[in-house]
DNA sequence: TAGATTGTTAATCGATTAACAATC
DNA sequence: TAGATTGTTAATCGATTAACAATC
C-alpha cells in the first residue's frame, strides 16, 4: 500500500508491534502468529494482520511471521535503520534529561549537538554532546545536515525557532513545549509529547 | 451523557480544549464560539460541539461558549478541582527531571513524597519533595491515600511495583516505563508515556 | 495430504461531519 | 424582530472485526 495511504491509527500502533517482536527476537522465538501476538497484546488478529499488510506480506500461510524477519521489517518501516541525525535545542531541564537519559539509539538516531543561549553552558559537554549557542546552529544545519529537531526550549520561542529550523532543512520536528506549532505550507512533521494532557487524561479517568 | 460512555477519543481532546480555552480565558476574551475554536485548533466546529455535549449544553444559541464558565467546566470536568495528591515511584533521571520541572499543580496535583531505594538518596529534598525508602511506602499509602503513582523506576520492577500499590488503594497509575502493565481484574486506569514511541512515529513520518 | 494460518474481501461498528430546527 | 449559534439528528466516512478462500 501506497505509504501516504496508511492512516495514522495503524502507524501509531507501529513502535507497540516493534517492542513486542523485539522482545520475542530478544527471547529466542523465531516464528509468532497473529492470534498468539494479538493475546500478548490485547488486539485481534484480524487487525494485526491488517496493520502489517498495509506494508507488504511479511508473513506464511500455515506458518506465521518469522521473527528475525519482521523485526527488521518494522524497523525499516519505521526508518530506524536510517542512521538520522538529532540536534536538542535548549539544554535546560528537560533538555539535559533527555540527553543524559533518553535512549536515541533504540530509535536508530544519533543526538549529534544541542544548543543554548546561555553562555554558562556554551562549550560543556553533557553525556558526550556538546553545547553550542544558537547563533551557530543556521551553520551548524547546512554543515552537517541533521533532520531531526528536537524542542525543549522555552515556549515563548518554539514558533520561532520552528520556522528558522524548517527553513534550513530539517526533517521532522519533536516537540517538547507545550505550544501547537503553526507550520502551514511546510511539509514537516511535528510529534508532539505532552505530559500534561496525558496526567489530565488519567485525572478523568481516576 | 454517561461518563461511560464518552469514547476515548473525545476524552483525548479535552485536554486541548482545556489549553486552547484557558489561553483566551488570559487573553481577557469573554465568549467563543465554536467555528471560531475551531479555526484556532484546527478542528470542525461541529466537532467541538458534540464533543462538549457530551458532558452537558455550556453554550447559548446566539452567543456562544462564556470562556470563564467553560474554562470551569472543562477543568471540572477533567477532575482539575479535585485536589489530588500523587507520589512517585522511583527518583533516579526520569524522577527527579519531573519533581524538578513538571508543574503537577496545573492539573490540580499535588506531589507529595517520591520513593527510591537508593540509600544515599532517603531524607534528601528534591524541589521539596522529601525522598523516602520503599519500603515505607505500604504504610504511607494507608496513612495520606495518594491517589496517582508516578512510575519512574526501572522496568523490571513496574510490573510489581504496580500491583502493590493497587493492593494499598492507588487511583490511576501515570507510567513512564517502557513496559505494558497488566492489571487484570483490577480497576486503575494506567496512562503511558512513551518518549520512544513518539519518537519512532516522528521517524516514520519523515 | 491435512492442518494451520495468512492475505484479503465483506460486514459491522464507531467516529466525524453535515444539516437544520430550536432558541437566545 | 432578525441574526447568530447552539444542541441534536441524520448522513457520511473510516476503522475494526469477521469470514473465508488461498496456500504454505
Not at 127 to 148: C, M, S, T
Not at 198 to 204: E, K, N, Q, V
Amino acid at each position: 500500500m501506497d505509504k501516504s495511504k496508511v492512516s495514522m491509527a495503524v502507524v501509531r500502533r507501529l513502535p507497540r508491534y516493534y517492542r513486542y517482536i523485539l522482545e520475542l527476537s530478544d527471547a529466542g522465538v523465531d516464528r509468532v502468529s497473529s492470534s498468539s501476538l494479538a493475546e500478548k497484546m490485547g488486539l485481534t488478529a484480524s487487525q494485526i494482520r491488517q496493520d502489517l499488510n498495509c506494508f507488504g506480506g511479511f508473513g506464511q500461510q500455515g506458518y506465521g511471521y518469522n521473527v528475525a524477519n519482521l523485526t527488521q521489517e518494522l524497523a525499516s518501516i519505521l526508518g530506524l535503520d536510517q542512521g538520522r541525525k538529532a540536534i536538542i535545542i535548549g539544554a535546560g531541564n528537560m533538555g539535559r534529561a533527555l540527553i543524559n537519559n533518553f535512549n536515541f539509539r533504540k530509535c536508530g538516531v544519533a543526538l549529534t549537538c544541542a544548543f543554548d543561549t546561555e553562555t554558562s553552558l556554551i562549550g560543556a559537554h553533557i553525556n558526550g554532546v556538546l553545547v553550542r549557542h544558537v547563533d551557530e546552529l543556521d551553520g551548524f544545519q547546512k554543515q552537517y545536515k541533521p533532520e531531526i529537531a528536537v524542542l525543549t526550549m522555552p515556549k515563548s520561542a518554539a514558533q520561532r525557532m520552528g520556522e528558522r529550523l524548517c527553513k534550513n532543512g530539517i526533517k521532522g520536528l519533536w516537540n517538547f513545549t507545550t505550544v501547537d506549532l503553526h507550520l502551514e505550507g511546510i511539509d514537516v512533521p511535528v510529534e508532539n509529547v505532552r505530559f500534561m494532557e496525558s496526567l489530565m487524561i488519567l485525572s478523568y479517568r481516576l
